[in-house]
T-cell receptor
Framework: DQQVKQNSPSLSVQEGRISILNCDYT??????FLWYKKYPAEGPTFLIS?????DKNEDGRFTVFLNKSAKHLSLHIVPSQPGDSAVYFC???????????FGTGTRLKVLA | EAGVAQSPRYKIIEKRQSVAFWCNPI?????LYWYQQILGQGPKLLIQ????????DSQLPKDRFSAERLKGVDSTLKIQPAKLEDSAVYLC?????????????FGPGTRLTVL
């Protein structure tokens, strides 16, 4: 029972263009969402968060959008850079336990 | 500020052997998490501590896995005996507290290979 889904295992984008990574969830009670970036042989690095009371949060080149009615969030990276090539995970927080449930990840490759 | 420290970084053992992992969280972080990440999957929470009390261990295979957090700081995760399916990266993370929207910060992980 996968409560947080990232349906695209991989994505390739040209340098300078926009990267859009998607995440869907099934539990409408999830109230806090995170995005992480992971390089090989390293732990996940926190990128950006969004609360369920917002529909957008921006931090530099990274913007997260939340559509509660569709139970969908997306991470936009503009402009994409080769150093952004990594695996990206979304995570959702269960308000009862504050336990984070992670998606399976999307591997982003930014082509120079 | 120092990040989350974990050791060892890599471990290879035979099935049925035991193994232990160590984690030192970010100073002042009350919440500590252990996650298991199997190749091709997202991290799965095994156990969550608030100070030295367990908040959630619903997905910890308690017949073989155990964890403790001494004095609310360092933590160890043990597997005894190990099975082939325990091969994974074990990630430790910590966050400030359990208020709304805590952000776990991860260590580099320990890659376990069970032969």
């Amino acid at each position: 029972d996968q409560q947080v889904k990232q349906n695209s295992p991989s994505l390739s984008v040209q340098e300078g263009r926009i990267s859009i990574l998607n995440c869907d969830y099934t539990n409408s009670m999830f109230d806090y969402f995170l995005w992480y970036k992971k390089y090989p042989a390293e732990g996940p690095t926190f990128l950006i968060s969004i609360s369920s009371i917002k529909d957008k949060n921006e931090d530099g080149r990274f913007t997260v959008f939340l559509n509660k009615s569709a139970k969908h969030l997306s991470l936009h990276i503009v402009p994409s850079q080769p150093g952004d090539s990594a695996v990206y995970f979304c995570a959702a927080s269960d308000p009862g336990t504050y336990k984070y449930i992670f998606g399976t990840g999307t591997r982003l490759k930014v082509l120079a | 500020e120092a990040g989350v420290a974990q050791s060892p970084r890599y471990k290879i053992i035979e099935k049925r052997q035991s193994v232990a992992f160590w984690c030192n969280p970010i100073s002042g972080h009350a919440t500590l998490y252990w996650y298991q990440q199997i190749l091709g999957q997202g991290p799965k929470l095994l156990i969550q501590f608030q100070n030295n009390g367990v908040v959630d261990d619903s997905q910890l295979p308690k017949d073989r896995f155990s964890a403790e957090r001494l004095k609310g700081v360092d933590s160890t995760l043990k597997i005894q005996p190990a099975k082939l399916e325990d091969s994974a990266v074990y990630l430790c993370a910590s966050s400030l507290d359990l208020k709304r929207g805590p952000i776990p910060f991860f260590g580099p992980g320990t890659r376990l290979t069970v032969l």
